[in-house]
C-alpha cells in the first residue's frame, strides 16, 4: 500500500537502509511487524530477502512513497511538499524563484495551485478531512502480505541499472563477468573414456579438483559482495563519503578484513572508529580551551574567531616572505604567482582514482590504466566507450571530438582526454 513517507525530500532526513546503510531515496520498504522503531530497506536489499534480528523476510511491509495526487490530479504529495518549502526559502511571491526551485512546474503554476489551495481555500481544514478519507477509500488497510517473486529485476545489457549493479543478474544470481571467467577453459577438453591410465584419470581428476576450487573462492567472492551490499558501488562510495577524511583513510584499509567478520560487525568497528575520532578531536578542543583559561563556551567563540583572524594574518605574513624570496628569480615568481591563483580559486585537483578490486582493471594496459587514474573513470566505463568510439570509427573511417562527444554523455573535458588517448595510441583515426 503506498503511502505519504513521515520524512522530507532530502535523502539525508531519513534513516539509513538496514541492510547496506545507505541513504533511502522513495519507493522504499517498511516492516509492518518490527518496530516500534520503524525497520526500512532499499529496494535491492528488500528483493534479495535481507534479514537482521528479529526481521524475517516474509514479514508484512509497506511501500513508502509520496508519489500520489493530494489535492490536484496534477499534482503528486512530493510536489506539494516542495512548493511549501520552496515558499518558505524563497519568499511569498516570488514565484519565479519558487518555480526555479521546483524544476517540475513553471511560475503561472505555482502561483495558482498555491494561491487556488493554499490562500484562496476557506475549507482547507474540511478538504484534508475529505482527502484522508477518499485515500483511505483507495487503498485497503493494514500492509501488504509477503510474496515471493519470480520474476526478478533483468536489467538489459549496457543499461543504466546494469552499470549501476556492476553487471549483476539478479534472475541468475550471477555477474556478466564473474571473478575467474575463465575457469571452465581448463575443463573444455577433458574427457573421462574407459582406456584411460591410471597417471592420466588421476591427472584429470586432479584438474577437476582444481576447477571445484576455483568456483568455491568465486561463490566466496560472490558471498562477500552481497553480504556487504557491495554490488551498487554508486551508494557504497557515497557512503564512504559520509566519514571525515581519516576515517575514509581508514576504511579503505580495514575494508580488507571485511572478508573476515560480517557486514553488521565490520560496519560496528567502523562506527565505533568514527565516534572515538570525533571525541579525540573534541578532547584535544577542549584541552585548548583550557590551557588558553577559557571556561565558558561564549568565551570559546571568541577564542575560536580571533584564532581564524590570527592564522590569516600569519598566512598574509608568510606569503610576504614567499615574494621576497622569489622577486629576484622571474620563473620562480611566475611559479609562485600561478599557484597563488589556483589557491585563490580555490579548486584543487581531484587526487588519482584508486583502480584496486575495479571490474575490469585487469583489461587494461599501463598507460589505460593511468588515463582512469587521472580522469578519475572507471575500468568498466571506459572500455565501453573505448568500444563505442572504436565502433562508430571503423563504421565513418574516421571520427571528429564532436562525433565523440555526441555518443559519449559525459564530462566533455573527459571525452576529450579519451578521445585525444585513443588517437595518440592509434586506436581511432581523425576523420
Not at 577438453?189 to 591410471?198: A, H, L, M
Request: glycine share 4%; with cysteine.
Amino acid at each position: 500500500m503506498d503511502r505519504l513517507a513521515s520524512f522530507g525530500n532530502d535523502p539525508f532526513d531519513k534513516p539509513p537502509c538496514r541492510g547496506c546503510s545507505s541513504y533511502l531515496t522513495e519507493p522504499y520498504i517498511k516492516c509492518a511487524e518490527c518496530g516500534p522503531s520503524p525497520f526500512l530497506l532499499c529496494l535491492q536489499c528488500f528483493t534479495r530477502g535481507f534479514e537482521y534480528k528479529k526481521h524475517q523476510s516474509d514479514h508484512k511491509y509497506e511501500i513508502m512513497t509520496s508519489d500520489f495526487p493530494v489535492l490536484e490530479p496534477g499534482w503528486t504529495a512530493q510536489e506539494e511538499m516542495a512548493l511549501l518549502e520552496a515558499v518558505m526559502d524563497c519568499g511569498f511571491g516570488n514565484w519565479l524563484d519558487v518555480a526555479y526551485q521546483m524544476r517540475t512546474k513553471t511560475k503561472e503554476e505555482c502561483e495558482s495551485h498555491y494561491m487556488k489551495n493554499f490562500i484562496n481555500n476557506p475549507l482547507f481544514s474540511s478538504t484534508l478531512l475529505s482527502l484522508r478519507k477518499t485515500k483511505d477509500s483507495r487503498f485497503a488497510e493494514g500492509a501488504i502480505p509477503f510474496k515471493p517473486t519470480d520474476d526478478p529485476p533483468r536489467p538489459t545489457f549496457d543499461s543504466v541499472l546494469s552499470r549501476d549493479m556492476a553487471g549483476y543478474m539478479p534472475a541468475r544470481a550471477d555477474f556478466m563477468e564473474e571473478f575467474d571467467n575463465y575457469a571452465e577453459w581448463d575443463l573444455k577438453d577433458i574427457d573421462f573414456v574407459d582406456d584411460d591410465s591410471d597417471i592420466l584419470r588421476a591427472l584429470k581428476l586432479a584438474v577437476v579438483d582444481i576447477y571445484h576450487s576455483r568456483l568455491k573462492e568465486r561463490q566466496r567472492r560472490k558471498k562477500i559482495i552481497r553480504d556487504h551490499g557491495l554490488i551498487n558501488l554508486r551508494k557504497f562510495q557515497m557512503l564512504e563519503r559520509c566519514y571525515p577524511k581519516e576515517v575514509q583513510e581508514l576504511y579503505d584499509v580495514m575494508r580488507r578484513f571485511a572478508r573476515v567478520v560480517g557486514p553488521t560487525e565490520h560496519d560496528k568497528f567502523i562506527e565505533s572508529h568514527t565516534l572515538e575520532f570525533e571525541l579525540r578531536r573534541e578532547i584535544r578542543r577542549l584541552q585548548e580551551y583550557r590551557k588558553a583559561g577559557i571556561k565558558s563556551f561564549c568565551s570559546a567563540k571568541v577564542y575560536d574567531r580571533v584564532k581564524r583572524m590570527r592564522e590569516e594574518e600569519r598566512r598574509k605574513r608568510t606569503m610576504l616572505c614567499d615574494v621576497l624570496q622569489y622577486i629576484q628569480d622571474g620563473r620562480a615568481c611566475q611559479q609562485w604567482l600561478s599557484k597563488q591563483a589556483a589557491m585563490s580559486t580555490g579548486r584543487r585537483s581531484a587526487p588519482p582514482l584508486n583502480l584496486t578490486g575495479l571490474p575490469g582493471t585487469e583489461k587494461l594496459n599501463e598507460r589505460e590504466k593511468e588515463l582512469c587514474q587521472v580522469v578519475r573513470l572507471v575500468p568498466g566505463a571506459y572500455l565501453e566507450y573505448k568500444q563505442a568510439l572504436l565502433n562508430e570509427c571503423r563504421r565513418q573511417g574516421g571520427l571528429r571530438l564532436a562525433q565523440a562527444r555526441a555518443l559519449i554523455k559525459i564530462d566533455v573535458n573527459k571525452t576529450r582526454k579519451i578521445y585525444d588517448f585513443l588517437i595518440k595510441e592509434g586506436y581511432i583515426t581523425k576523420a
